[in-house]
Structures are given as structure tokens and as C-alpha cells.
């Protein structure tokens, strides 16, 4: 289904500038897009040098404005594709006016234009799209090839967090950490059965467990 724009969208986009740190735009080829880096200068933007950890496909923000709101000593960074989407995320974090999270609007493959080599803490993978045709395996956000480009953006031992109600991605995820260099240090299979206190619940996760559906979690850190 065609995602319909959103009204005045390029011009709320335009000052978006408050929150909005990197834009996409188009562009044809990703390979050459990417080879002009354009690394955000995190202690201009945040004003301090805390740790920063990514929230990628943040969607409207929730996640990522209830985590920056509890860890106020972490910069969090909002990555979301569709500029229909996170311009509603912006508007949310402006009205709570949070300091410590920003916004780029821009593909996953992209990321390596704008994050510098090694030097996030955490990335969070909070109920990415399965893509359960074969055909879409390159674009799943656990599949080799994102995995790849996450080494390269974490620190030495930086950390993925990934959520999903998704069985079958979940299973498919946990044997692409393996295989790719990734020690995986939890698999829950039932998160609400943990009854972890540090764990905040997503939009999604909510709706998700109201359905009765289970909701697992990998945490992973990049292997020595």
C-alpha cells in the first residue's frame, strides 16, 4: 500500500533542523552515495560526549523517546527511513522536549555515510519487517549483510539488541549472529516471561502481547 504524504511534509522537514541531524534525500546508487562521509559531529550536536547507541527503524519515536528519557546519560540517535514517519517521531520528541535523542532520515545502508567508524555503543532492532520471501533476504536487518556494516559502525564491544513477535525471523537471526562473528549472550523465547524490569515496551510489543503473541529477544555483542 502507497503511503500517503503527509501535508506541508518537505517543508516541516525543512525545519526539522532541531532534531533532524541528517537528511537522505534520493539518489540512484548507494555505493556512490555513501563514498562522501558527512560523520555527525556528536559532541556539537549533543553538546557533551556520552555514549551514543542507535535505534534503528525507530518509527514514531516512542522506543526511542522512553529510552532517552530514562538513560539521560546516553545520546540516542533515531533512524527511520520514511520521512512520512519520522517527522511524526520529532514532533514527539519536541512537545517532551528531550535533549539527548536525534533523528536521521535515511536507510540502514546508508548509515555508514553519516556514523563514524566504531564509535556506537548499542544498536537496538526493535521489530524490523521479516521480509519472509527469499527473494528479500539481503534486506533484513539481521541478514550478512547489515550485520557487516554493524562491525563496522560499533565500538570493540558494542552490542545489538533485537525484538521481534516474528518465530521464524527470530530463529533466522539468531543463526545469522553465529554465523557471522556475533556472540549471542541472551535468546529469550517468552520476554515477558523474564519480568525484566529494565525492558521497555515498544508500541509494537504492546499490541503484540495483548494479541497473546510471545516476544523474543536476542542480545548480542561482536566476537573477538
Not at 559532541?43 to 542507535?54: G, M, Q, Y
Not at 536507510?107 to 563514524?116: Q, S, T
Not at 525484566?196 to 542480545?219: L, P, Q, S
Request: hydrophobic share 35%; net charge positive; with cysteine.
Amino acid at each position: 500500500m502507497r503511503m500517503r504524504k503527509k501535508s506541508n511534509l518537505d517543508t516541516r522537514i525543512k525545519n526539522a533542523q532541531d532534531y533532524l541531524i541528517a537528511y537522505e534525500g534520493s539518489f540512484s546508487n548507494v555505493n556512490e552515495f555513501i563514498k562522501d562521509k558527512e560523520y555527525i559531529k556528536y559532541e556539537d550536536v549533543f553538546k557533551n560526549s556520552n555514549p551514543i547507541h542507535l535505534d534503528v527503524g525507530c518509527g514514531l519515536g516512542g522506543f526511542a523517546i522512553d529510552i532517552a528519557t530514562r538513560y539521560k546519560d546516553i545520546n540516542f540517535i533515531g533512524v527511520e527511513m520514511f520521512s512520512n514517519i519520522i517527522i511524526g517521531a520529532i514532533d514527539k520528541a519536541r512537545n517532551v522536549k528531550i535533549t539527548n535523542l536525534k533523528f536521521l532520515n535515511c536507510r540502514c545502508e546508508c548509515l555508514e555515510k553519516y556514523i563514524e567508524p566504531h564509535s556506537i555503543e548499542k544498536i537496538y532492532l526493535n521489530f524490523s519487517n521479516p521480509l519472509h520471501n527469499k527473494s528479500d533476504e539481503k534486506q533484513r536487518l539481521t541478514s550478512k549483510r547489515f550485520l557487516e556494516l554493524y562491525k563496522k559502525l560499533l565500538k570493540e564491544d558494542g552490542m545489538i539488541v533485537q525484538k521481534t513477535d516474528d518465530r521464524d525471523f527470530f530463529e533466522y537471526s539468531l543463526n545469522s549472529f553465529k554465523n557471522n562473528g556475533y556472540n549471542v549472550l541472551e535468546e529469550s523465547w517468552d520476554l515477558a516471561s523474564l519480568n525484566d524490569k529494565d525492558n521497555i515496551i515498544t508500541e509494537h510489543e504492546a499490541k503484540y502481547m495483548k494479541e497473546g503473541k510471545k516476544i523474543y529477544r536476542a542480545i548480542v555483542l561482536i566476537g573477538k
